[in-house]
């Protein structure tokens, strides 16, 4: 146990709707990762959150957005869904914001658009 | 090209063997190297973690990193069938947010 939480595990819905994941980081960590992972893409970062500010931006999508909140836990709202957003997502957490700081994976959300 | 390069296998050995994975990278900035193991839909399982060049050994687990080359390696020895699973190779930069992977390398361990 990574000590990342991560919910739901698996979800089904439909195109153009509307979903939140949501993490919350090891204890002690001020940062969050998440990641989105298909067959054909391996692991690509979306976005990283720093003590509840933007830290930095990967390929993300406008139709998705990500926020961290006080309590440090964070989540990741994805529009207008597509097929092709079908993937498992991953929010993972570190301590520092930059550097070399090792990174701890949650267990996942997995999506299922249909 | 893809900054990080892993060839996807499957990489199919006895129980018993030394299993060998590589990556390759192609961004000189890198400085930090990470193998990770993940189970069929599973979250990322971190394995080893190096800074900049070198080799580093933990219980059954090797990880070499050259940066002149840039080439990183992951032994196992004594593999077992519980090593099954996909090992992803992760990198990142000194003063950089995010880790860049490796689309990973499937490996089976036959009892």
């Keep these: 146990d990574s000590g990342v939480t991560q919910t739901p595990k698996h979800l089904i819905t439909a195109t153009g709707q509307r979903v939140t994941l949501r993490c919350s980081p090891r204890s002690g960590d001020l940062s969050v990762y998440w990641y989105q992972q298909s067959l054909d ?4 970062f979306l976005i990283q959150y720093y003590n509840g500010e933007e830290r930095a931006k990967g390929n993300i999508l406008e139709r998705f957005s990500a926020q961290q909140f006080p309590d ?6 994805l529009s207008s869904l597509e097929l092709g957003d079908s993937a498992l997502y991953f929010c993972a957490s570190s301590f520092a914001g930059t550097g070399a700081n090792t990174i701890y994976f949650g267990e996942g959300s997995w999506l299922t658009v249909v | 090209q893809k900054e990080v390069e892993q060839d996807p296998g499957p ?5 018993g063997a030394i299993v060998s994975l590589n990556c390759t990278y192609s961004n000189s900035a890198f ?3 990470m193998w990770y193991r ?4 599973k979250g990322p399982e971190l394995l080893m973690y190096t800074y900049s060049s070198g080799n580093k050994e933990d219980g059954r687990f090797t990880a070499q990193v050259d940066k002149s080359s840039k080439y990183i390696s992951l032994f196992i020895r004594d593999s077992q069938p519980s090593d099954s699973a996909t090992y992803l190779c992760a990198m990142g930069t000194a003063a950089g947010n995010k880790l860049t992977f490796g689309g990973g390398t499937r490996v089976l361990v036959k009892p």
């Excluded at chain 1, 440090?72 to 709202?77: K, T, V």
């Excluded at chain 2, 990489?11 to 129980?15: H, K, R």
């Excluded at chain 2, 993940?38 to 839909?41: A, I, L, N, P, T």
Aim: proline share 5%; hydrophobic share 25%.
């Design chain 1, 41 to 44: 893409q391996g692991l690509q």
């Design chain 1, 72 to 77: 440090l836990h964070s989540e990741l709202n």
């Design chain 2, 11 to 15: 990489l199919s050995v006895p129980e």
């Design chain 2, 31 to 33: 400085q930090y190297f």
């Design chain 2, 38 to 41: 993940q189970y069929s839909r």
